[in-house]
């Protein structure tokens, strides 16, 4: 695969975000992120990954493997995770530390996981904020089960939220998600 990164044009609305201080957050809170899986998530996902194991990528060897098809990384679900802590909760200036996930069912193509993250502990020395993580699909049945442990901002932090590249797959092997 040979991708080409490009930005959309931008739009007249800015989107404006704002993270949440370390004295802010509170026990509880908690934060969410909605996706959809497609074919070009899991395809961009191994290329920038390097990960191209043949579970993700090739439906003829993924139809005789446990998993009966093809099924995402599972660490995409870790980034979207990741990308609730960057961007939500604490969002701005947050330092990821520590993440443990144990998956509990696959992530196919079509699949709508909802991530949520939900502080359970602050450490005040530290300045450290301890999450659940948790990963469910369209179905309301688990996924993903986690903890994270970020180091929250100290200062109040807004700005324009940065738009993300479009990615272009220019080659896609014809035995890969037909």
Request: aromatic share 6%; with cysteine.
């Amino acid at each position: 695969m040979n991708p080409t990164l490009t930005f959309p044009a931008t739009d007249d609305e800015i989107e404006i975000i704002e993270n949440v201080t370390f004295d802010e957050l509170r026990i509880g809170q908690s934060a969410e992120l909605t996706r959809t899986l497609t074919a070009a998530d899991v395809q961009s996902f191994a290329a920038v990954s390097g990960d191209s194991n043949p579970a993700h990528l090739d439906i003829d060897y993924a139809a005789d493997t446990p998993m009966h098809g093809i099924v995402a990384h599972g660490m995409w679900s870790g980034a979207l995770i990741s990308a609730v802590f960057g961007t939500q909760l604490p969002g701005l200036g947050t330092i990821y530390l520590e993440q443990s996930l144990r998956f509990k069912r696959p992530v196919r193509i079509g699949d709508t996981v909802t991530v949520r993250v939900t502080a359970r502990a602050k450490d005040e020395v530290k300045k450290h904020v301890e999450f659940d993580c948790v990963v469910l699909n369209q179905h309301g049945e688990t996924v993903v089960t986690g903890m994270g442990r970020v180091l929250a901002p100290l200062r109040k932090l807004c700005r324009p939220r940065t738009r993300l590249p479009v990615i272009d797959l220019l080659e896609v092997p014809d035995a890969v998600l037909a």
